[in-house]
């Protein structure tokens, strides 16, 4: 679904990654702000569990500078915020702007974000901003940045 505005928009998806035995499902809202995405991953359970914030580095620096903004499991950022804020720097750096992200999913999930499955060679990371950027290609494609 996609609802847009001169200033605003945005668009949901959901997506299935496959990793024997089992069938990951995930749902995605990206929200196009001024000069900016919030960006929600999240399971069955709809829930908002965390929010970490990236911003790239000014000028033709290739940094980002991210923290963790928002926990539900405790007042200060813990080792389940890593994935959320590793995703958010990497888009931010992709997509040349601020970045708010949400990875709302169980703690088994963010348990196996950087285990490599044994099919694919590659983390649970990687195949989840890959189906990401691939979902909302469109979506993002006046921001991406194709030699990154």
Request: net charge negative; aromatic share 8%.
């Amino acid at each position: 679904m996609t609802i847009s505005s001169d200033c605003f928009s945005f668009e949901t998806h959901s997506i299935k990654i496959q990793r024997p035995p089992e069938t990951l499902s995930l749902n995605m809202l990206a929200m196009k702000l001024c000069n900016s995405y919030f960006i929600w991953i999240g399971d069955a359970q709809a829930k908002f569990t965390g929010l970490s914030l990236s911003i790239p580095g000014s000028g033709t620096s290739s940094t980002v500078n991210g923290a963790t903004v928002y926990h539900s499991n405790s007042t200060t950022p813990s080792s389940r915020s890593i994935p959320e804020l590793s995703l958010a720097n990497k888009l931010s750096k992709k997509l040349g702007c601020t970045v708010y992200l949400s990875l709302s999913v169980t703690c088994e999930f963010l348990d196996n974000w950087d285990v490599i499955d044994p099919v694919s060679r590659r983390p649970l990371s990687h195949e989840i901003q890959e189906a990401l950027l691939k979902s909302f290609d469109t979506f993002f494609s006046q921001s991406v940045d194709p030699s990154l």
